[in-house]
């Protein structure tokens, strides 16, 4: 069965103080590793796809990247409006097309 | 363009009752799944229709099910509400039923069963 874990469950930061949020996974093979935002109240929205070890991918003050076993998810110089839930989801190379996501990290950045 | 969107925004229910959600895809999107996401979890998986036919299924019970009609909408309909069933309910359309890196989320269906 497919996991994912996620750590920590909330993180509090100060403007411009860069950290990393973590994903660990465990499948029987990695399709993808998806990073979503999620603001309150609404569905998430698409970040980043990884597809194997060593790959990098950056959009703004983040930088996912992706490792055999855990994801990271790093963030520089953080603002306040980079506040949110960050959930992270594989898809195993199993017959299957569904899904895992892990519980979410959020994310506050204090002004 | 408009994004996904998903009918109604919240909805209560007593325990017992059916429910029915709606979700419209982005134009030209032919897949789409349900998740269900529980206060403080993330989504869980429940079905992904493509073309009008179910391709993947979650570890839900029977009183879960869904269809997909031919302008490509879709329904989740739950029977016997139970309390846990409360939670915030997505829709996400893709292209294709492979696109998962392509997938995009509606705003939800926050039912409240008492």
């Known amino acids: 069965e497919d996991q994912v874990t996620q750590s920590p469950e909330a993180l509090r930061l100060q403007e411009g103080e860069s950290s990393s949020l973590n994903c660990s996974y465990t499948v029987s093979g990695l399709r993808g590793l998806f990073w979503y935002r999620q603001d309150p109240g609404k569905g998430p929205e698409f970040l980043f796809t990884l597809y194997s070890a060593g790959e990098e991918k950056e959009k703004e003050r983040l930088k996912a990247t992706l490792t055999k076993k855990e994801s990271f998810l790093h963030i520089t110089a953080p603002k306040p409006e980079d506040s949110a839930t960050y959930l992270c989801?594989?898809?195993?190379?199993?017959?299957?097309?569904?899904?895992?996501f892990g519980r979410g990290t959020s994310l506050i950045v204090h002004p | 363009d408009a994004g996904v969107t998903q009918s109604p925004t919240h909805l209560i229910k007593t325990r017992g009752q059916h429910v029915t959600l709606r979700c419209s895809p982005i134009?030209?999107?032919?897949?789409v799944s349900w998740y269900q996401q529980v206060l403080g979890q993330g989504p869980q998986f429940i079905f992904q229709y493509y073309e009008k036919e179910e391709r993947g299924r979650g570890n839900f019970p029977d009183r879960f099910s869904a269809r997909q009609f031919p302008n490509y909408s879709s329904e989740l309909n739950v029977n016997a509400l139970l309390l846990g069933d409360s939670a915030l309910y997505l829709c996400?359309?893709?292209?294709?039923?492979?696109?998962?890196?392509?997938?995009?989320f509606g705003p939800g269906t926050r039912l409240t069963v008492l």
């Open positions: 989801a594989v898809l195993s190379s199993g017959g299957s097309y569904i899904p895992t």
């Open positions: 996400a359309s893709s292209p294709e039923f492979r696109d998962h890196n392509e997938q995009f």
């Open positions: 134009s030209g999107h032919k897949s």
